[in-house]
């Protein structure tokens, strides 16, 4: 029977469709080429495009030379596809140790193919002859062919129940493992598949009149193939965009604690300000390049007076709340000009460079220029917590020529020169010179030497008279002495400010209050009318201690003396840091009945401001006023403290007065009390006795 021409044609065409689709599948799987699923799947495609060819073939054939043709290709690609089914299967549920497997059944499959090559109507049947065309409901005809089954196309088959067998168990496996979706695809082919073959056997048999599934069958697995592919990419770009995210993350942290663990070791934890490891690195850096473009270097050294007095005090925390508000001043002030770092505590550095050819004088004065503009941002009052504070800070300057060797000598300089600026009181601001390795090593002895000179019996006390306009001796002044075994004779006024800046004076101011209350005791039992009372010189950071009151009061009992019987002299430095609490000390020595005076006035800041606030008893006008008395400015000045002493209450000794004139302006301007080497310089207990003596009584 003829084919009807005008019949509709769906089978066959649908078979060189599956080809193609087939062969297109082929390439796209190559897109995962890197997996070994899709390498096999790929393979398995190209082998079902050929058996879809074949089967079309096969439907068209005309003669039995055809069909046998069409067959051996169909059966061929069948057999080819089996292993490349079974590696994908394996590889597809993840299946461990399956190359020698996948091996022997390429061996076995090998042998199958070359043995369908061979007979003449391919492995399937042992001959062939046409049958009644099929012709489907819708009119289209397919050409049919029987023959007898081989036993080695029988073996071929029953091979094939142990793998669908396997791939079942795989699958299942596949499934309990959480590949849910991937599991459910497989499954739902390979129950296609089997029921494609059972379908096909029934055709072979006779017993049921159909086109064949099996090929159809596999385009099941080529769309679950597709969809899990799709899925595939697209669950691994959605990893990808994950673990990128992850990784930006990561690295942002690891960038993060990078960043901190670089800050923490390069900054200072209290200041925030570079610590002394950057700058290191940074000078290193700093005098190479100067070195390089032969310019010059500033460092300044600027520590700050009386630091450590802050922290004894009033705690750490003060102190390190202070010193934040130093640093972020002195940072605001720098304005980026030099290299600021903190050296640790209360010292600070600021590398200035000096570009080539600048001249020495300008250089100098640059230096100073950025100097004085960092003392001044610490001029204005700080508020830490509770207390208001005012601190200085000393300067040393140093210039650097020549190499990074030459650095550190630099560095020692500029420290010398700080150390000088200290020496010379608050504030300063001092260039190295070589003649100050001198004055620094001078001063490095009196540090050392201040030290065992307590134990050593080496300080002692002297005396020095106030007399009234009268010269009658109205009170003495005990100021303390140091007679050095290594260094002679050393002033109070060059030991007392270092022992201020080491913290020897506590030991040091403990030890003058007792002695001189000792004094007191002794002469008052003994009947030696030495006047009203002695004073005592204070050093401010006696006076910033919480248990000084008590110290006082004890020293007091200890030797039987009244509190009248003692004055306290204060400066108006000790005022500059924390007023309130100082003024607060002086009311508690007051209500005592202590006496208090305020020494060098006129030379401190802002006197007159807080005078007023001051529970005084008396006003010591500096010496630096008594030797310009004779000018008319001097004497003006002078009769202005003196009215305005009067005016509140206060009684007033003139400091330093060495000649008669000056006694006589001062007695003229109402000044009650004078001291000075006029009247008699300080001496020790014998020869104030004899003082005293002569001196008139009443
Ligand atoms: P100050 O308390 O103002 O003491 C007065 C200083 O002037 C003393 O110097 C005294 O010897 C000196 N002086 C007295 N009359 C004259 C004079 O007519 N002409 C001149 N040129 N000088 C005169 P000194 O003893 O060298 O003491 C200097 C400073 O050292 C004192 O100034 C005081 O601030 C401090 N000081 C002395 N003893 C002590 C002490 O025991 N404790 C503390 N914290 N400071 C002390
Ligand atoms: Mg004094
Ligand atoms: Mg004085």
Redesign the pocket.
Same mark, same amino acid.
């Given at each position: 029977m003829l084919p009807d021409p005008s019949a509709l044609a769906i089978v066959i065409p649908a078979h060189y469709a599956c080809a193609g689709v087939a062969f297109f599948c082929a390439v796209v799987a190559l897109v995962g080429y890197q997996r070994l699923t899709y390498r096999a799947f790929s393979i398995c495609c190209l082998c079902v495009g050929g058996t879809q060819i074949g089967q079309a073939e096969y439907y068209t054939a005309q003669t039995v030379e055809q069909a046998a043709a069409s067959i051996k290709l169909q059966t061929g690609m069948w057999l080819l596809v089996i292993p490349q089914l079974f590696l994908f299967i394996g590889a597809y549920t993840r299946q461990v140790r399956i190359a020698p497997w996948y091996a022997g059944l390429c061996v076995v499959f090998g042998v199958l193919v070359v043995a369908n090559w061979m007979m003449p109507v391919g492995l399937r049947f042992e001959s062939l002859r046409m049958a009644d065309p099929l012709v489907l409901p819708w009119g289209e005809t397919l050409a049919r062919f029987q023959g007898e089954s081989t036993a080695i196309g029988t073996f071929a088959r029953l091979l094939i129940v142990p793998i669908v067998v396997w791939a079942a168990i795989r699958t299942w496996r596949h499934y309990r493992a959480g590949y849910r979706r991937a599991a459910i695809l497989l499954g739902i082919y390979l129950a296609l598949q089997v029921a494609s073959m059972v379908h096909g056997r029934l055709i072979d048999h006779g017993i049921l009149q159909s086109f064949y599934s099996a090929g159809f069958a596999f385009m099941a697995l080529m769309l679950v193939m597709s969809v899990n592919l799709l899925l595939d990419l697209v669950q691994r770009s959605a990893q990808l965009k994950h673990a990128l995210t992850d990784l930006q993350a990561s690295t942002a942290l690891r960038e993060a604690a990078e960043h901190r663990e670089h800050e923490l070791a390069f900054t200072d934890t209290v200041t925030g300000l570079p610590n002394r490891n950057k700058f290191r690195e940074e000078a290193l850096r700093l005098f190479a390049a100067a070195h390089h473009e032969k310019s010059d270097l500033a460092i300044l050294l600027l520590d700050l007076d009386h630091f450590r007095h802050v922290n004894d005090a009033l705690g750490h925390d003060v102190g390190n709340g202070l010193l934040r508000q130093v640093a972020g001043r002195l940072t605001q002030a720098n304005a980026g000009q030099a290299f600021l770092a903190n050296l640790g505590g209360d010292g600070f550095i600021a590398m200035l460079n000096i570009p080539a050819g600048t001249p020495a004088e300008e250089a100098e004065m640059r230096a100073r220029a950025l100097a004085s503009n960092l003392q001044g941002a610490l001029a204005g009052e700080f508020a830490v917590g509770t207390h208001r504070l005012h601190i200085a800070a000393s300067v040393g300057i140093a210039f650097h020529r020549g190499s990074v060797e030459t650095g550190y000598t630099t560095f020692k300089n500029a420290e010398m020169a700080m150390y000088e600026a200290k020496a010379r009181g608050r504030r300063a601001i001092r260039v190295f010179q070589p003649q100050l390795a001198e004055a620094v090593a001078r001063r490095l002895r009196i540090q050392d030497g201040l030290r065992a000179a307590q134990q050593r019996g080496e300080l002692v +006390?002297?005396y /020095?008279p106030v007399v009234a306009a009268d010269l009658r001796t109205a009170s003495l =002044?005990? +100021?303390?002495?140091w007679h050095s075994a290594e260094l002679g004779r050393v002033? &109070?006024?060059e030991f #007392?400010p270092i022992?201020?800046q080491t913290g020897d $004076?506590h030991p $040091? !101011?403990a030890w003058?209050l007792d002695t001189?209350c000792a004094q007191i005791g002794a002469w008052t039992r003994s009947g030696v009318r030495f006047g009203a009372h002695v004073?005592?010189? $204070?050093?401010p950071w /006696?006076l910033m201690q919480d248990e000084f009151v008590a110290q006082v009061q004890a020293a007091l009992v200890r030797h039987g003396i009244q509190p009248g019987q003692l004055m306290l =002299?204060v400066?108006e430095s000790a005022l500059l840091f924390n007023l309130e609490d100082c003024i607060e000390r002086l009311h508690q020595l007051r209500d005592l009945g202590i006496k208090v005076a305020l020494? @060098?006035f006129g030379t401190g800041y802002s006197s007159l401001h807080y005078l007023h606030q001051l529970p005084l008893d008396t006003l010591?006008i @500096?010496?630096t006023f $008594?030797v310009r008395i004779g000018d008319a400015d001097g004497r003006l000045l002078v009769g202005g403290i003196v009215n305005m002493a009067a005016h509140l209450g206060l009684s007033v000794v003139a =400091?330093? #007065?060495?000649t008669a004139a000056q006694c006589d302006i001062l007695r003229e301007l109402g000044c009650h009390y004078i /001291? !000075?080497?006029?009247a008699c &310089? &300080?001496v020790g207990d014998g020869a104030l006795r004899d003082f005293l003596a002569r001196s008139p009584r009443d």
């Open positions: +006390l002297e /020095q =002044e005990a +100021l303390v002495r002033s &109070p006024a #007392v022992a201020e $004076i $040091i !101011g003058v001189a004073a005592v010189n $204070i050093s /006696q =002299e400066t020494d @060098d010591k @500096d010496r $008594i =400091e330093g #007065v060495e /001291q !000075g080497y006029f &310089p &300080p």
